[in-house]
Every structure is written in C-alpha cells, then in structure tokens.
C-alpha cells in the first residue's frame, strides 16, 4: 500500500512512524509545504527549551527507513490537489496543523502593535512568514491575552535575560531586537480565574524561577481556593498550590542598589475580558486595553465567564493575542467545519470520504503537547491499518505514489526537497550556529535554503 501524509510535524511524523512499523510493506511519503521539516517543533517549541526538540531524533530515524520518503517545498492544495494525491496513494492522511490564529474581534485589534502570539513565536523561532513582523518593543508594558503556556513562553522571552537566549537557537534577528527591548513588564491576562489556567506547573515554575523577573500575583485573587482544589485532579492542585505560595510569599529584602535597577517583573490578571484596544492620541498604536470584569458561573474547566458591567482600563503598548491557534480549509475536496476549525472525522477518518484520513491538530483542534499529538496520531494510523486489513481501502488496482505526483510537480514547475537536502541546510545551520556559541542559527528565507541546496 501506498500511504501519504500531508504535513512534517509531529502529526505527521507519529502517522508515518506508526504505519511504517505496524505494515511491513507499506510506502509512506510525507508531503510539507516548507523545505524544513517538523513543523511546530521547530516553529512553535521555545528556543530555550531544546530538550523538548529532542523528538526530532525520532522523526529522522522514520525520514531515514527505506520505505519513507520526504517531499518539502510542496503546497498541496496548491502544487497537487488533493484529488490528485488520492489517485496516486490508497490512502492521505492530511496532518498539516493549524497555520492561522483566532481573532480577538475587538476594535483596535487592528492598531500596529498589536499582535498574535502565532506570529510572535514564529517570528522569533525563524518561521519564514513572520520574518518581517519587526514588532515594536519600545514601551515599557506588554500585555498578553491568555494563560496557556505559549502565553508564558512569550512572557519569558520578552523578560529573559539574554545571555540565556544567546545560547539558544532563538533567530539572530530577534535576539538582537530583544537586546533593544525597554520592555520591564508583562501582564497575562485572563476571562477566567485560576482555576481555569491551561499553562502547566513546569512552565509556571520556570518564569517563577526567572532571573531578574520578579512575579506580582494579587493574594485576593486566592482567598478561598485551598477549599476549593481539595478534590481536584492532582495537577490542577499542585498548580494552583504553586500560585497560592507565590502570592503570599514575602518579596525578599534586595540591597538598595538592587532596587534602583527596578527588576522586570510579571503577574498574572483574571476575571477580565478585553473589549476594546484603546489608541494613542495619533490612532496609530495601542496605549492600552479596557477590559469587562467578569464573574464566573459554574466551576472547574467548564466555568464561564459573564460580564458584570463593570470596566478597568490596563495601560501598555505592546498587545499579544494567545487565545489559540486555528486550521484552515486546504482543498475545496475536503469537508471541513468551519466552526469548530476542524476535518469532520471519526477516529481519524473523514467523514463521507473513504481513503482520506486526519490527524493532529486539524483533527482535533489545536490543544495538547506533543504527547497527545502522539496518540492521536498512533490513533489515525491504527484506523488506516484496520481499513487495509479488513479490506476498506480498495487495493487492487496498483497506484504509483510519487511516481504520478512528480510529473504532475514537474508540470508545474514545482521541485521537491528531499530528506538528504534537508539534512545540507541542517549541516549549514549547525555550522553557523557553531561560530556564533548557539547550537544553530536557522536560515529563515526559503529562497536562501533552496539556494543552498542548488535548486
């Protein structure tokens, strides 16, 4: 059988992983729109946090197996449709993630200085699209909208100091505009309570733990909470343990020099819920947020949280949005929900298209750690080797994979990337990072790596 899986992130990857091992004589080929492979582990995971990157090691060991191949620089939707990857394979599975975020719908969400998370991670881990974001790191408070743990990633990059990040793979570019940044201050800003925060106690722990960053959480925001995480789940318990002890603790006694400084410093806001970005006098850029307080009605992960009429206006000049990542339609041939951002499937399979499958975040909705992205994917392979052995998936007549895709490729003008091209941009990565003390500097113009490779 001749499987192809669209999309080299962990999604991706996992799929191919599972087929490739359970199926003896299965053919995976993994298509990517990028020359780069491994999608939001390279994109998405911080710079400082590489043991988390480790994963890659895997993806290269399935890249490397005989029966794998990899195919970058390739749009599908655009470069081969997806009709046309079904008469070339028995089997897609389309795992090509969440490439857009989702909107405040507020006015001024528009002023520049005003940006989404997604753009502000990619921009700082050399995602090409977000190489010309130049965001302004001119003013003193940022304020970012969300409590997950991409919401503390970006608080922790905008407060680290940089001889941390200069050791990490974080783009030259940004560092250097970090270097700039008079950035002191950021507030993460949540609709509901800290009951409700989806970061996890590592991530809560490092920024608690970040040199020169000190944390203002508000004790007032914790009355009562012991009595109300008795009975939680054991990690929404240590976590919310973890807030509670760091709200009361006492700032230490800094010497008087130390004060001067004036530390950069970070707190958590909840109850509060952005209406509107106010502008500067010049309409250009953000001077702040007015925010409705809210209450919450009912408890735990399903609490909502209800306007009260009342208002507070929170200065800053710099907004980011991380209130979550969002799927994009990629082939008119393909159901999909715009509601809820997702392919319509049951364990995998689209529904009403037999042969075509989805995993990841396009699956499911874009939540979870790299894990979950695992078993959900084992989950949408195990679904194709069920359709294979039990005769679902119509194997007689003998489909030519890549064979037939490459001419449609070559008609196009369009050159694939393979895996051994990728592993010359990696090399030359590596290498530059060596000179610099980093463990790479990524190239982050496509045009320079198809370059490098002779395209």
């Keep these: 059988p001749r499987v192809c899986v669209v999309g080299s992130g962990p999604a991706g990857f996992y799929t ?20 780069v492979p491994f999608g939001l582990v390279r994109f998405g995971v911080a710079p400082d946090h590489p043991e988390v990157k480790n994963v890659i090691n895997t993806f290269t060991q399935t890249a490397h197996s005989e029966r794998c191949a990899y195919y970058g620089n390739v749009t599908v939707g655009r470069d081969v449709t997806v009709p046309e990857l079904q008469q070339a394979y028995h089997a897609v599975v389309l795992s090509y993630g969440a490439e857009d975020n989702r909107v405040l719908g507020i006015p001024g969400e528009n002023l520049s200085g005003v940006y989404s998370a997604r753009a502000f991670v990619g921009w700082y881990n ?13 003013c003193e408070t940022a304020l970012i909208l969300g409590h997950g743990n991409v919401a503390l990633d970006i608080a922790r990059i905008l407060l680290s100091p940089l001889q941390l990040l200069r ?12 270097a700039c940044s008079k950035v002191k201050r950021v507030w993460l800003v949540g609709r509901r309570g800290p009951l409700q925060v ?3 106690i590592k991530e809560l722990r490092e920024m608690i733990n970040l040199p020169g960053a000190r944390a203002v959480l508000d004790p007032a925001d914790f009355t009562g909470l012991d009595d ?29 020099e130390a004060q001067a400084a004036a530390p950069r410093e970070w ?27 809210t209450r919450l009605e009912g408890s ?65 909705g874009p939540t979870g750690v790299i894990i979950t992205t695992m078993n959900d994917s084992f989950d949408t392979a195990q679904s194709v080797l069920e359709d294979l052995q039990g005769g679902v998936l119509d194997m007689s007549p003998s489909r030519e994979g890549f064979g037939a895709v ?16 990728w592993e010359k941009i990696d090399a030359a990565e590596v290498a530059r990072g060596k000179a610099a003390g980093k463990p790479r500097e990524k190239i982050v113009d496509p045009a320079e790596m198809l370059q490098l490779i002779g395209h």
């Design 126 to 138: 050399g995602l090409p699209e977000n190489q010309d974001l130049n965001p302004d790191l001119s």
């Design 228 to 256: 109300a995480v008795k009975d939680a789940p054991r990690p929404r318990k240590r976590l919310t343990e973890l807030m509670i002890k760091t709200a009361l603790e006492k700032p230490r006694e800094k010497p008087v």
């Design 267 to 293: 707190g958590l806001k909840f109850q509060r819920s952005p209406q509107e970005v106010l502008p500067t006098p010049d309409g250009k850029r953000p001077r702040g947020i007015r925010m409705a307080l």
């Design 198 to 200: 989806a970061f996890t």
């Design 167 to 178: 050791k990490t793979d974080i783009t030259d570019s940004s560092l250097a505009a970090l």
């Design 406 to 421: 490459a001419s449609i490729l070559c008609s196009r003008g369009v050159r694939p990337v393979s895996f051994s091209d």
């Design 300 to 364: 735990g992960d399903s609490a909502r949280a209800i306007p009260t009429g009342k208002v507070e206006e929170l200065e800053c000049g710099l907004v980011l949005s991380s209130i979550g990542y969002r799927s994009l339609p990629l082939d008119p041939a393909v159901p999909f929900d715009t509601q809820r951002g997702i392919i319509p499937n049951s364990s995998g399979r689209v529904e009403g298209v037999p042969g075509l499958y989805c995993s990841g975040w396009v699956k499911r």
């Design 16 to 35: 191919a992983q599972h087929i490739l091992k359970h199926h003896g004589r299965a053919q995976v080929d993994i298509y990517e729109k990028l020359p």
